[in-house]
């Protein structure tokens, strides 16, 4: 329900002060309302803009910890030089031309082909609570969690218009912003660049924080100041990739893991995107995170409408830490939808390290025998158990073919699938479930799917196709392809009792017909996870994209859970567990166990170790196969299993403090504490061997400093001596680990 509206009154321009919103004015006091300024306000933050009444502009005021009563507007420069007076402001939603020279939130081709805009406030309204995004995921909450503030800005000159949505999640300290441009002319226009949010700071120094690497080697934290001139990352594979993440984070030069001040910004999008951080002439650092504006030309009609992915924007002054744990409970409680959000992830055993290619029916069954004597509860039969005439025996066929190869299951999959969930687990009443692999937007040339329809394929034109991992793209923007994968994946479903997906998509996309096919794709893939999701709601449905190439917000709304990465190294998976987390739940990554040498490094490090790195993760499972392992391995196996089920509630719902990072110490350490702080547990790690060294002390964060904790192996302490000195585990091998559970009494 609408609860306040207004419209811009003329005035004089700008005052020396910005009045204060009263509570009176407007519909709740996390959104407030004076006239045309605007505040949204949460526990510990405040976002203020107002209009400029002689511009129509909108100007940034303050987005950082609390302020209240009137706020001293910015002094502004004499206009000397070429910038005028819109490049010398903080600007809200910045459009292109008029003398800012920045890089735009918004680039619209007009129908005469001009790319100037005039967008200017023309009213607002206030809701109580979020409506949806159409078409794409987004943040959800009742008017108990959120309220909505949409501000409509309009160009006289070419009839576009522009709606901001801005949602306080008051409780995270979370502003979350999306834009909906809408064609009022006669003409057609084309959308060339837009960005989901836009922010300008004030004139001061700041860091940036990307995350970066390559397949095998996902979000490795990229810290570097913030300089004149433009810098950013981005993807154009076609998805979020490997290579870049759609999250960044701004902090001062001072801030640290738990002291300071830090914004983080991530995109709930799932297609090629842009971040760009710009520090202009005057000093403001602008950040916009949005579509990737080389992947959009997007053509409006008449009447027609294009909607951004949401930005979620997160303030702390808690350091890196205290966003990263905002960002946890929001995506937690208002992002995933899936009822395994915060529960039930079973450990499992993937076939794939262990068997690849190789296996029949009766072989599986055998693994999941094994893996069931272990006390694993889920068994997940991976790549290689379709296709008739072209079956999946390598890589090089069959992709698109979704029948059981009747060779290898001659009797279909409901027989072995009944077998196995027919399995109990060891020391348990439990019966073992069974997941399979799928990687559905995808298709290899040599399959009946392909010979039977080429045009499904990504390409451009008479342009050669090019293969990555011996397979093609479907081309998931065209409604056709979205009903054969809803229809061969419903199909799979209902043929046997299948409890967990694995999706997979092996490679980003090399041609398109058209810039715009990418954000049609995304479309057409949400709407497919949207109905597949909504239709099957007891299965738990993972993501991957060769390990963490589509570890994004996009993807969780549908799925709890997505592979962090393809290399299991455990050393490895620190520092890329770790980087994810800074801005994505622990709960939604997937870790396991597997075996030595590893298959990516060729590095061998003690089990427990590698569990230990791998119970980090909200899905702990074991990728080897149980018969080729050594007996002492093998023998340690179940002690693993029982101690990441006994971790596992706190890494799922529980707060996340990086006590020590790989990068910065020999001794990464990690603690979970639960929801109601009972509860918590040290992870703690040797990296290499340290040789007539004392030892160092381990600072826990986030505890009672008025409470006494008992610490397992260790005593009982004050939190208050636990935190400010800490304790002293000491290794007698080259690299090592602990699990240490803590209770509060």
Not at 562 to 571: F, G, H, K, P, Q
Not at 657 to 665: F, K, M, N, V
Request: glycine share 10%; charged share 20%.
């Amino acid at each position: 329900m609408v609860r306040f509206t207004t419209r811009l009154a003329p005035a004089a321009g700008l005052v020396a002060l910005l009045s204060c919103p009263t509570v009176a004015q407007a519909a709740s006091s996390n959104v407030v309302v004076d006239g045309t300024s605007f505040a949204l306000n949460g526990e510990n933050v405040s976002y203020r803009f107002h209009v400029d009444n002689s511009t129509g502009d909108l100007i940034s005021d303050h987005f950082g910890g609390i302020v209240t009563g009137d706020i001293p507007a910015d002094i502004v420069s004499s206009i000397n030089g070429w910038v005028g007076e819109p490049g010398r402001v903080r600007r809200e939603f910045p459009d292109q031309g008029r003398g800012d020279f920045r890089t735009p939130a918004i680039r619209v081709r007009q129908t005469d082909g001009y790319t100037v805009s005039d967008l200017q406030y023309q009213s607002h309204t206030v809701i109580q609570g979020k409506p949806e995004l159409p078409g794409l995921p987004a943040t959800f909450g009742t008017g108990d969690d959120v309220t909505t503030l949409t501000v409509r800005l309009y160009d006289n000159y070419s009839s576009v218009a522009a709606d901001l949505s801005y949602s306080i999640f008051s409780k995270y300290d979370a502003v979350v912003r999306s834009v909906n441009v809408t064609n009022m002319g006669k003409g057609n226009i084309t959308v060339e660049a837009l960005a989901s949010m836009s922010v300008d700071f004030p004139f001061e120094d700041l860091d940036m924080i990307t995350l970066s690497g390559d397949w095998a080697r996902e979000a490795h934290p990229q810290r570097r100041k913030v300089q004149y001139g433009t810098q950013g990352v981005g993807s154009s594979a076609g998805y979020s990739s490997h290579l870049h993440n759609p999250f960044l984070a701004l902090v001062d030069p001072a801030t640290t893991e738990s002291s300071g001040e830090a914004w983080g910004f991530s995109l709930v999008y799932t297609g090629s995107f842009s971040v760009d951080v710009e520090k202009g002439s005057q000093g403001f650092t602008r950040a916009l995170l949005g579509l990737n504006p080389n992947q959009l030309s997007w053509s409006l009609g008449p009447g027609e409408s294009l909607t951004s992915p949401e930005c979620v924007s997160v303030y702390s002054n808690n350091g890196i830490g205290g966003m990263s744990r905002m960002f946890h409970r929001l995506y937690r409680n208002h992002l995933i939808k899936s009822k395994f959000a915060t529960s039930d992830r079973p450990p499992l055993l993937n076939s794939w390290e262990g068997l690849s290619f190789n296996y029949n029916a009766s072989t599986i069954v055998d693994l999941a025998q094994e893996s069931a004597d272990l006390g694993i509860k889920l068994f997940v039969l991976d790549d290689g158990w379709f296709g008739v005439k072209y079956p999946r025996d390598d890589d090089n066929a069959g992709l698109g073919d979704w029948t059981p190869n009747p060779a290898k299951f001659p009797h279909g999959l409901a027989s072995p699938v009944d077998q196995i969930t027919g399995l109990q687990a060891a020391n348990t009443s439990t019966d073992l479930r069974f997941g399979i692999w799928v990687e559905p937007e995808m298709v290899n040339p040599n399959s009946t799917l392909y010979h039977e329809h080429p045009d499904w394929a990504m390409h451009a034109g008479s342009y050669p196709r090019t293969l990555q991992r011996n397979q093609l793209v479907l081309n998931v923007a065209l409604p056709e392809v979205q009903d054969f994968i809803i229809d061969f994946m419903t199909k799979l479903l209902n043929s046997a009792d299948i409890s967990y997906i694995k999706w997979d998509n092996n490679r980003g996309i090399h041609e398109m017909p058209s810039p715009s096919t990418d954000h049609k794709y995304m479309l057409g893939m949400y709407r497919v996870f949207d109905t597949l999701t909504t239709r099957f709601p007891n299965v738990l449905w993972e993501g991957c994209g060769s390990g963490g190439g589509r570890f994004d917000a996009g993807v969780l709304q549908y799925f709890p859970q997505i592979w962090a990465s393809d290399d299991t190294d455990a050393m490895e998976r620190i520092t890329i567990q770790l980087g994810t987390s800074l801005v994505y739940p622990p709960s939604a990554m997937g870790a396991h166990l597997s075996a030595v040498p590893n298959q990516q490094t060729g590095r061998t490090l003690p089990i427990s170790f590698r569990g230990h790195v791998a119970m980090m993760g909200g899905s702990f499972g074991l990728e080897l196969d149980p018969a080729d392992m050594p007996a002492d391995d093998k023998a340690a196996l179940p002690g693993l299993i029982k101690l990441a089920e006994k971790v596992n509630p706190l890494i799922l719902k529980g707060d996340l403090y990086r006590l020590s990072l790989p990068e910065d110490s020999n001794w990464p350490a990690v603690l979970f504490i639960s929801e109601n702080g009972s509860q918590a547990v040290l992870f703690y790690f040797q990296t290499a061997p340290r040789i007539n060294n004392s030892i160092p002390r381990v600072r826990f964060q986030g505890l009672d400093s008025a409470a006494m904790y008992k610490v397992e192996g260790k005593g009982v302490y004050s939190g208050a001596t636990l935190m400010n000195m800490g304790l002293q585990f000491p290794f007698d091998t080259d690299v090592g680990s602990i699990v240490v559970f803590l209770e509060k009494e």
